[in-house]
């Protein structure tokens, strides 16, 4: 049986169909687990073209979606996922993180940390979308952030006003998506340990199913 670890806005749980975005953070309908890894458009710190599916590759990921380098608890979940990188990567986790910022703004993030993982733009909110995790922000919050120096446009290079629920997925070799931790609150966040004692229960479950062969003597 495939293990399928979850903790998530239950009642939102749901397959995306809409075209447009959900109109507030507590109406998202992210994707069930089970579901292919969909692809998307995304750009690299560079500025280079790419695409979810290729960025992933084939192999064992997790994914964390963060609202952009304005967000000091985004900066905080960045900076905690350090910790464990070097234990995701002995089991064979790459990390990726996307946010709607453009890669002007990813360039600032990775200055602030020296962070030992990939951070790519979803300028266009083509990733967010795809995964059902993207709200438009209304015009209120966008005039607020403004009075505290952030600017959405700016950030994304785009006037589309969404941004993601936060939220973290591990996906397995296959492209399967095993765990999902989302949650409507931008200020809870799952814990590092908890995303790592995911990742280890995932990669020993598939161990199981599909044990490496014996070396030769």
Request: aromatic share 8%.
């Amino acid at each position: 049986m495939r293990l399928l670890a979850t903790i998530v806005f239950a009642a939102l749980l749901g397959t995306v169909q809409a075209a447009d975005f959900a109109t507030a953070p507590d109406r998202v309908t992210p994707l069930l687990l089970g579901s292919a890894l969909p692809d998307a458009t995304l750009r690299t710190v560079d500025g280079a073209g790419t695409s979810l599916v290729k960025a992933v590759g084939g192999k064992p990921a997790v994914l964390v979606f963060y609202r952009g380098g304005w967000c000091p608890f985004c900066n905080l979940q960045l900076s905690n996922l350090r910790l464990i990188q070097k234990d995701l990567t002995a089991l064979g986790y790459q990390t990726i993180a996307i946010s709607p910022d453009r890669p002007e703004e990813l360039r600032k993030t990775l200055g602030k940390d020296a962070l030992d993982y990939t951070l790519l733009s979803d300028s266009s909110a083509s990733a967010i979308r795809a995964f059902g995790i993207a709200y438009r922000v209304d015009a209120a919050t966008i005039a607020r952030y403004k009075e505290y120096g952030i600017d959405l446009d700016a950030s994304s290079g785009d006037t589309h006003h969404a941004l993601p629920v936060p939220a973290v997925y591990i996906v397995d070799a296959d492209g399967v998506l095993q765990f999902s931790y989302v949650h409507p609150d931008y200020r809870v966040r799952v814990p590092s340990d908890v995303v790592l004692s995911a990742a280890r229960a995932i990669a020993e479950q598939r161990e199981k199913l599909h044990p490496s062969p014996p070396k030769a003597p």
